[in-house]
């Protein structure tokens, strides 16, 4: 299949809440010695909403309808004619058509109600969906649960369901919602990407469970980064029918040469042979292809081919020489054939990762004005820390931050050793920080405030 093909097939890969595709078959990187990916459509979910008539008017009479999308994990239909994607701010579900399949049907694009349409405005920390092949189901995983047990461990949740699709109606089904025994510190750092194996060796069926932190420990991503980059794992899951628990059966560690700082989004694309396996990250803006031997003992085993190695997602130049990160936020991925895969992003306005650092209790009223509903996450842990948080991210659209009243700004030059720290007493745009990286939130009346600067 030629790129001209795929990308009228493929209206459907979303990166900062957009649709597109990727070409693996990439060029070398000009700002270092990765290659990088080709980026070969992209397009805001949304828009492939607005331009549905039948969606105008569903949401003309409907109140479940989202004003905003945060993607964070996508599916390809075994027959490549849809995309089924998650969100980690609502239960619904969206529903994409390719572009050939437009077409040649009467098919729209929608988003699709979950059963009890009250989940529908709650937020559901999906974080991962892969597709059962031998039933025709997709599971649904949650990042983190509070423990039944102790306050201070979360697990998670998978969810299976039924997803029915035509040209009129679509549905979906919750089979039922089990628990995965294995234990969390934090409800910010848990599973981020899922996938369903069968492995016909041992006549089982498995899920692979991504750990979004190196060595499944929130702590990594904070203390000793350096040492701790190179122990991405997944978990092997295995479903006992009679308690409705998901065990933990084994560890695969990826390989130590893979040093990202998260994982974000994983994909298995199954071949007679090998399978591949696509890993993304967040915080590095890349992907990385290894080799998948499903039925090498005792589970499976992660090797290397020409194919394999670290892919740079597309850069953007910054003062003509420096390259700077475009895709900060990616959530998901999938395989659509091999060489090409389909990334999905949850990034708004601000990203959806808010580091969050144990200073002082904070005005919980300038959090509201200033960062309501931009970001759901931010939006929970405001009602539930009220702390200090210090915000990291490599791009922000400053359209949508019109002021930020008496915060900390930190412009966090490459150039300069030190963060320049600049106290705001009265409301200040962000349109002069062109290179801000980072952002911190003080209370006025901290101590620590005052013992930082």
């Not at 027959?79 to 619904?92: A, E, P, R, S, W």
């Not at 929608?110 to 529908?120: G, L, V």
């Not at 299976?160 to 628990?179: D, M, P, R, V």
């Not at 499903?294 to 190695?309: A, N, Q, R, V, W």
Request: charged share 20%.
């Amino acid at each position: 299949m030629g790129d001209d093909n795929v990308i009228r097939l493929l209206v459907s890969f979303l990166i900062f809440r957009f649709i597109g595709t990727i070409n693996i078959n990439a060029n070398e990187d000009p700002c270092n010695k990765n290659r990088t990916l080709t980026l070969l459509h992209e397009q805001e979910i949304r828009s492939l909403l607005n331009y549905s008539l039948k969606y105008n008017e569903q949401e003309t009479h409907s109140v479940d309808i989202l004003d905003r999308f945060e993607a964070s994990g996508v599916s390809m239909q075994p027959d490549g004619l849809m995309l089924f994607v998650i969100f980690d701010n609502t239960f619904q579900i969206g529903a994409f058509f390719t572009w050939s399949t437009n077409q040649t049907t009467d098919c729209t694009n929608r988003i699709i109600d979950w059963p009890n349409d009250t989940f529908n405005e709650l937020i559901s920390d999906f974080e991962g969906i892969a597709h059962n092949v031998l039933t025709d189901t997709y599971f649904l995983a949650q990042e983190t649960s509070s423990s039944s047990t102790n306050p201070d461990e979360y697990n998670s949740n998978i969810f299976e369901i039924k997803i029915t699709t035509n040209a009129s109606h679509s549905s979906i089904t919750l089979i039922e919602s089990c628990q995965i025994m294995w234990v969390f510190d934090s409800t910010a750092k848990g599973f981020e990407g899922i996938e369903f194996i069968n492995h016909e060796k041992s006549v089982k069926t498995y899920l692979l469970a991504l750990c979004e932190a190196n060595r499944c420990i929130r702590e990594s991503m904070f203390k000793d980064r350096n040492t701790n980059l190179g122990h991405g794992r997944l978990v092997v899951l295995e479903k006992h029918e009679h308690s409705c628990q998901w065990q933990s059966v084994g560890v695969i560690n990826l390989k130590t040469d893979l040093e990202f700082s998260d994982y974000s989004a994983m994909s298995i694309y199954p071949r007679k042979t090998l399978s591949y396996i696509a890993i993304a990250s967040q915080e590095n803006s890349q992907a990385w292809i290894g080799i998948l031997e499903i039925d090498e003992s005792p589970y499976f085993l992660i090797t290397s081919s020409d194919k394999s190695g670290v892919y740079n997602l597309p850069r953007t130049i910054v003062n003509d020489s420096m390259c700077g990160k475009e895709y900060c936020n990616i959530e998901g991925v999938a395989w659509i054939d091999e060489n090409h895969l389909v990334l999905v992003s949850d990034n708004e306005s601000l990203p959806n990762e808010l580091l969050l650092y144990l200073f002082e209790f904070i005005d919980g009223f300038h959090l509201f004005n200033t960062f309501y509903k931009l970001n759901a996450r931010f939006h929970r842990l405001r009602f539930v820390h009220f702390r200090a948080y210090h915000i990291n991210f490599c791009s922000i659209s400053k359209y949508y931050l019109p002021s930020i009243v008496d915060p900390i700004i930190s412009d966090d030059d490459d150039e300069t050793s030190n963060l320049s720290e600049i106290l705001l007493s009265n409301n200040f745009t962000l349109d002069k920080f062109t290179c801000l990286q980072s952002l911190s939130i003080y209370s006025m009346c901290s101590t620590s405030l005052f013992n930082t600067l």
